[in-house]
């Protein structure tokens, strides 16, 4: 199994665009998909996991594709915005790092 980078997602997803999409969709109407998608992980979260019942339409819904449509259009607007979503990444996982050293540990709640 090959491994993907943040950044060749990003190559990725661009050569998609700009081989079969024609051209990016604007921020707003990305981030309306977005929001969408993530609709939709919510559905199957909430059937899968939680106490509501899958409608027949949603049987087949599978959370790993409804995950990977988030990425994809999450990508998109990286790229239309011109965000190194690796570099974010990692500057986001230090700022968590300095905050959160020992905050999760300490709370009793977990």
Do not use: P
Not at 22 to 41: D, I, K
Not at 50 to 70: N, T
């Amino acid at each position: 199994m090959t491994t993907t980078t943040i950044k060749q997602a990003q190559q990725t997803v661009d050569e998609w665009i700009k081989n079969h999409g024609v051209r990016y969709f604007n921020e707003l109407t990305n981030m309306a998909m977005l929001t969408e998608e993530v609709g939709e992980v919510a559905r199957i979260i909430a059937r899968q996991y939680g106490e509501q019942s899958f409608k027949k339409k949603d049987k087949d819904k599978k959370l790993e594709e409804e995950l990977a449509d988030v990425l994809f259009v999450l990508i998109c607007l990286a790229n239309q915005t011109g965000i190194d979503l690796e570099k974010a990444f990692l500057k986001t996982i230090e700022k968590k790092t300095k905050r959160d050293k020992n905050r999760h540990k300490k709370n009793k709640k977990l």
